[in-house]
């Protein structure tokens, strides 16, 4: 069973970059797609990004294409959201999740679908101030 730990959140101003990274633990981290997603004060969480399990396709909710990047390093065990033009509306809890992928996957939704990740880290909070 893998597990997660993320860093990197933190404040920082309008336009500014931050990069997290999800740490996993355990021997199969290449087995499962990674995922990023967030929760901000009164809302639900939402997909944010995912990269498949060799990292070979990645897919990105339509409110941070061109701003953030995701990217893994299974050789590490970690996956990185590297987040540039960073705006008030991005401040949120931003928690990494793994779920199995047994075979090539291409759909963007099956990336996207919150609720078939069943392994979460713990959440890291990015504030951007305004």
């Known amino acids: 069973q893998v597990q997660l730990v993320e860093s990197g959140g933190g404040l920082v101003q309008t336009g500014g970059s931050l990069r997290l990274s999800c740490a996993a633990s355990?021997?199969?981290?290449?087995?499962?797609?990674m995922g990023w997603f967030r929760q901000a004060p009164g809302k639900e969480r939402e997909f944010v990004t995912a990269?498949?399990?060799?990292?070979?396709?990645?897919h990105y909710a339509d409110s941070v294409k061109g701003r953030f990047t995701i990217s893994r390093d299974n050789g590490k065990n970690t996956v990185y959201l590297q987040m540039n033009s960073l705006k008030p509306e991005d401040t949120a809890v931003y928690s990494c999740?793994?779920?199995?992928?047994?075979?090539?996957?291409?759909?963007?939704?099956?990336?996207?679908?919150?609720?078939?990740?069943?392994?979460w880290g713990q959440g890291t909070q990015v504030t951007v101030s305004s």
């Open positions: 355990g021997r199969t981290f290449s087995s499962y797609a």
């Open positions: 990269i498949s399990r060799s990292g070979g396709n990645t």
């Open positions: 999740a793994a779920r199995i992928q047994y075979a090539p996957v291409y759909m963007s939704s099956w990336f996207a679908e919150r609720e078939q990740y069943n392994i």
